[in-house]
């Protein structure tokens, strides 16, 4: 395997380690109540959409920001359902979406959850670890998992090699960044569209082989999980398409959304969402975006349903959240029903194009907590044509080897389909780390 290195920092959208430099507050945890609105701080907007059916029981928040959590250390990041970043007088906390404050606003950046190991990351500098270890438990009595302290991260990233033209799939760590060819089985995760980065292949330097490219730069594409390119044109950054119709790109230090020939479908007009470099992807079909500091919610065929007209405005796929001149009030928009499952989480058995002889999985792989796993038998680990020994044999995975698990069948445990060297097969889970 060999070892790369990259010119640039990635975006948090594609790699983000759990830090442990810092912890929150410096009190012990105690319920925050929500301050009063004053006539200084009041937000004057419009009245919420016509469409838009309240959320009934719902309390009106105070907060001058909000926006859903994310759960890193995955590729792609993903709204932690039913729970929300929260902002007032510049300090963050958590919110369930009944309205119910779980940690008070007291952090310097947005909280979110890993997907390591579910926990919590809400950083602040300035608390020991005994007032750390409160708020944990306070987490725990609430029936939330704990606040996480600390750990490496990891992730992968996309990129188009500009001499050789290829694509590749390059998971990095702290250490080093290992490259793997794309898949049909990585569009049942990602689907057939991919944010990704023209790089380029650079002998010397010191190292053997290493690619270089600037995520801060012009060299952000979008690719085919084919390896192909979906047009020539580059952006500063991309985003995500997953199954929907519009993905962002942004040029010039605005975003628009294109469809899924590269086309732009809005102007070039949108701000920054979700911190510095990046814009929401769509869920459920609409998107949350920010024009002129104002916000509103774009629809698959990029109308804004919902005019950018407003002081705040979040959208995780059911709930919208708007605030208006008295604060932020919770909604329910059109028929998406809460997401329990998020793109990106695990594979998509119904795009699944196995042999007719070949027997399908009934029960996707979560990829949550640990998308690849290795394979351990020394002598190999043999590729079945169904989950059994009694199978034809198809091939043999050498030790060592990374392979994405697809999904189990609920009448043969013990085995997963996997894609490798060009096939489906499956394989024995008892010679997998990680699984």
Same mark, same amino acid.
């Given at each position: 395997?060999?070892?790369?290195?990259?010119?640039?920092? #990635?975006?948090?959208?594609?790699?983000?380690?759990?830090?442990?430099?810092?912890?929150?507050?410096?009190?012990?945890?105690?319920?925050?109540?929500?301050?009063?609105?004053?006539?200084?701080?009041?937000?004057?907007?419009?009245?919420?959409?016509?469409?838009? %059916?309240?959320?009934?029981?719902?309390?009106?928040?105070?907060?001058?920001?909000?926006?859903?959590?994310?759960?890193?250390?995955?590729?792609?990041?993903?709204?932690?359902? =039913?729970?929300?970043?929260?902002?007032?007088?510049?300090? !963050?906390?958590?919110?369930?979406?009944?309205?119910?404050?779980?940690?008070?606003?007291?952090?310097?950046?947005?909280?979110?959850?890993?997907?390591?190991?579910?926990?919590?990351?809400?950083?602040?500098?300035?608390?020991? /670890?005994?007032?750390?270890?409160?708020?944990?438990?306070?987490? %725990?009595?609430?029936?939330?998992?704990?606040?996480?302290?600390?750990?490496?991260?990891?992730?992968?990233?996309?990129?188009?090699?500009?001499?050789?033209?290829?694509?590749?799939?390059?998971?990095?760590?702290?250490?080093?960044?290992?490259?793997?060819? #794309?898949?049909?089985?990585?569009?049942?995760? $990602?689907?057939?569209?991919?944010?990704?980065?023209?790089?380029?292949?650079?002998?010397?330097?010191?190292?053997?082989?290493?690619?270089?490219?600037?995520?801060?730069?012009?060299?952000?594409?979008?690719?085919?999980?084919?390896?192909?390119?979906?047009?020539?044109?580059?952006?500063?950054?991309?985003?995500?398409?997953?199954?929907?119709?519009?993905?962002?790109?942004?040029?010039? =230090?605005?975003?628009?959304?294109?469809?899924?020939?590269?086309?732009?479908?809005?102007?070039?007009?949108?701000?920054?969402?979700?911190?510095?470099?990046?814009?929401?992807?769509?869920?459920? =079909?609409?998107?949350?975006?920010?024009?002129?500091?104002? !916000?509103?919610?774009?629809?698959?065929?990029?109308?804004?349903?919902?005019?950018?007209?407003?002081?705040?405005?979040? /959208?995780?796929?059911?709930? #919208?959240?708007?605030?208006?001149?008295?604060? !932020?009030?919770?909604?329910?928009?059109?028929?998406?029903?809460?997401?329990?499952?998020?793109?990106?989480?695990?594979?998509?058995?119904?795009?699944?194009? #196995?042999?007719?002889?070949?027997?399908?999985?009934?029960?996707?792989?979560?990829?949550?907590?640990?998308?690849?796993?290795?394979?351990?038998?020394?002598?190999?680990?043999?590729?079945?044509?169904?989950?059994?020994?009694?199978?034809?044999?198809?091939?043999?995975?050498?030790?060592?080897?990374?392979?994405?698990?697809?999904?189990?069948?609920?009448?043969?445990?013990? !085995?997963?389909?996997?894609? $490798?060297?060009?096939?489906?097969? /499956?394989?024995?889970?008892?010679?997998?780390?990680?699984?």
């Amino acid at each position: 395997m060999k070892i790369h290195r990259f010119s640039a920092c #990635l975006l948090v959208l594609l790699f983000c380690g759990c830090t442990a430099d810092s912890v929150a507050g410096s009190t012990a945890p105690t319920p925050s109540p929500a301050a009063a609105q004053t006539a200084e701080n009041a937000a004057v907007s419009p009245q919420a959409p016509a469409d838009a %059916v309240p959320v009934s029981g719902a309390p009106v928040r105070p907060y001058d920001e909000m926006q859903f959590c994310r759960i890193v250390d995955t590729v792609p990041d993903r709204p932690s359902g =039913g729970y929300w970043a929260v902002s007032q007088d510049g300090k !963050w906390g958590l919110m369930r979406n009944n309205g119910a404050e779980l940690l008070p606003c007291q952090a310097d950046a947005p909280p979110y959850r890993c997907a390591i190991n579910q926990q919590w990351h809400w950083e602040v500098t300035g608390m020991d /670890w005994d007032i750390f270890d409160q708020y944990s438990a306070q987490m %725990v009595r609430a029936g939330e998992q704990p606040l996480c302290g600390g750990h490496g991260g990891n992730s992968l990233v996309f990129l188009w090699e500009n001499t050789r033209r290829q694509a590749l799939e390059c998971g990095l760590s702290e250490a080093s960044c290992l490259e793997y060819p #794309l898949s049909p089985a990585d569009a049942l995760v $990602y689907g057939d569209i991919l944010p990704a980065y023209r790089a380029d292949y650079v002998d010397g330097n010191g190292d053997p082989d290493y690619y270089s490219f600037d995520s801060q730069g012009n060299d952000a594409i979008f690719l085919r999980i084919d390896g192909t390119l979906l047009t020539d044109d580059s952006y500063q950054s991309v985003g995500w398409f997953f199954d929907e119709a519009l993905a962002p790109a942004k040029r010039d =230090g605005k975003w628009a959304y294109l469809d899924r020939t590269g086309q732009p479908v809005t102007d070039f007009v949108y701000d920054d969402a979700m911190g510095e470099n990046q814009a929401n992807p769509f869920y459920s =079909g609409y998107a949350a975006v920010c024009r002129d500091g104002r !916000w509103g919610l774009l629809d698959s065929t990029g109308a804004e349903c919902i005019p950018c007209e407003y002081d705040g405005l979040c /959208w995780d796929g059911a709930y #919208l959240w708007i605030r208006l001149e008295d604060g !932020w009030h919770c909604y329910r928009w059109g028929s998406a029903e809460p997401l329990t499952e998020w793109p990106g989480d695990h594979a998509d058995l119904s795009k699944l194009n #196995l042999p007719a002889e070949m027997p399908a999985p009934d029960t996707p792989r979560s990829v949550g907590q640990i998308r690849y796993c290795y394979t351990t038998a020394q002598s190999g680990l043999i590729l079945r044509s169904g989950p059994g020994t009694n199978y034809e044999r198809l091939d043999l995975l050498p030790e060592n080897t990374r392979i994405l698990p697809i999904g189990t069948l609920s009448t043969a445990p013990g !085995w997963v389909l996997t894609w $490798y060297n060009g096939q489906y097969g /499956w394989i024995s889970t008892d010679y997998l780390f990680s699984f």
